[in-house]
């Protein structure tokens, strides 16, 4: 990826001390549609990233809700599917569930069952990686569909955390904290 954008980028997203508990360094993506250059360049980074897959790709999930702000254009430029993995009870329609424990507590995500079909590949896209959960969990959502997770995508990961590690994929990340 272009260095100066990467730099661009990395420069405007703003980070805040122990939001939203304490000892979290909240990375907050929206601060970088304020900005025209910043938004420019990752506009532009993601236009090349989406290239480097054209005809890899079948179809492109995101996670609720900052997912969705880059997975349909990613999909336009691919000229692939587009589908939202949300949170319970929020898709229309037959939907296909995973319940997944975390720290303390349960979470259920949900996908629609004719989101995407058996043999697929299929992109899965996020603003960030931190523990690895989310993505963890939509990979194994994705697997009762049947469609194969070639790669994970976020703009920015958390390196300290390992995250990637956990994913049972191929992560990529734009910018590393
Ligand atoms: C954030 C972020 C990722 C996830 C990363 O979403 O947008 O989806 O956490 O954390 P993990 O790697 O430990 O799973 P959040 O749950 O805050 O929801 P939001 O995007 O709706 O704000
Ligand atoms: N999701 C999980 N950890 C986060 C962080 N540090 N900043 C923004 N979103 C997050």
Redesign the pocket.
């Known amino acids: 990826p272009n260095s100066e954008e990467l730099k661009l980028l990395k420069d405007h997203i703003e980070s805040f001390p122990d939001f939203p508990s304490p000892g979290?360094?909240?990375?907050?993506i929206f601060s970088v549609f304020r900005n025209q250059s910043a938004s420019q360049a990752l506009h532009s980074l993601l236009k090349s990233y989406a290239l480097s897959l054209k005809g890899q790709i079948d179809v492109v999930f995101a996670i609720e809700s900052r997912g969705f702000l880059f997975g349909p254009y990613i999909g336009q430029v691919l000229g692939i599917p587009f589908v939202p993995i949300r949170k319970k009870g929020k898709l229309p329609g037959v939907v296909e569930r995973l319940e997944y424990g975390l720290e303390y507590g349960t979470d259920c995500i949900e996908v629609q069952e004719d989101g995407g079909k058996v043999g697929q590949k299929a992109l899965i896209v996020d603003d960030?990686i931190?523990t690895g959960g989310s993505l963890t969990a939509s990979c194994q959502l994705l697997k009762t569909l049947g469609v194969e997770v070639v790669e994970c995508f976020v703009i920015m990961e958390?390196a300290d955390l390992n995250g990637r590690q956990k994913v049972p994929s191929k992560v990529v990340s734009l910018l590393q904290f």
């Open positions: 979290i360094l909240f990375r907050d960030l931190a958390l």
